[in-house]
């Protein structure tokens, strides 16, 4: 479980009961600086998070590129 960092709410959910889905500045950040945090804050622990973990471990830029593409899209 984890906070909102926009509303405050707990499990990542605004007052109306969706998910986030739009990225903020943190999500980018993390994004470019810590690869398969910023994917797994955004989509949690799912294929596209351990994809993220091999591109990172293989080389920091396709990682990060990785990251952006999938954080930023809906």
Known sequence: MCICIKCGCFGCKNT???????????DMILAIFLPPAGIYKKEGCTGKFWANVVLTVTGFVP????AAIVVSSN
């Open 16 to 26: 109306s009961g969706e998910e986030k889905k739009e990225a903020d500045c943190l």
């Open 63 to 66: 990682g990060s590129i990785h």
